[in-house]
């Protein structure tokens, strides 16, 4: 069973970066046609989808947030990141991982709550 958890600083201040990794057990990163996104949730809104990366290590954004995100991994440490810069109070959300095959998001981790505020 593939198991995420999120973690990283739940307060950015406006105009920084905001980093968030996701710690992936039970499975590998490298699993043929898995693929690991990041998703947020703002309060009182819907999800979503924020970009992914593959097993092999390609990656995919939103086109509304790809000028400000990357998705980066560490296979060492079974690991994916997620950073967005420049950071504004609407970027206030719960960002989970979730993973699955082919882009699916068959598993998901419990979120982390970031807000934005100086």
């Known amino acids: 069973q593939v198991q995420l958890q999120e973690s990283g600083p739940g307060l950015v201040k406006p105009s920084q970066t905001l980093s968030l990794i996701c710690t992936v057990s039970?499975?590998?990163?490298?699993?043929?046609?898995?693929?690991w996104s990041w998703i947020r949730q703002p309060p009182g809104k819907g999800l979503e989808w924020m970009g992914v990366i593959a097993y092999e290590g390609s990656t995919y954004y939103s086109p509304s947030l790809k000028s400000r995100t990357s998705i980066s991994r560490d296979t060492s440490k079974n690991q994916f990141s997620l950073h967005v810069s420049s950071v504004t109070p609407e970027d206030t959300a719960v960002y989970y991982c979730?993973?699955?095959?082919?882009?699916?998001?068959?598993?998901w981790g419990k979120g982390t709550l970031v807000t934005v505020s100086s």
């Open positions: 039970g499975g590998s990163i490298t699993t043929s046609y898995y693929a």
């Open positions: 979730a993973a699955g095959p082919r882009g699916g998001w068959d598993y």
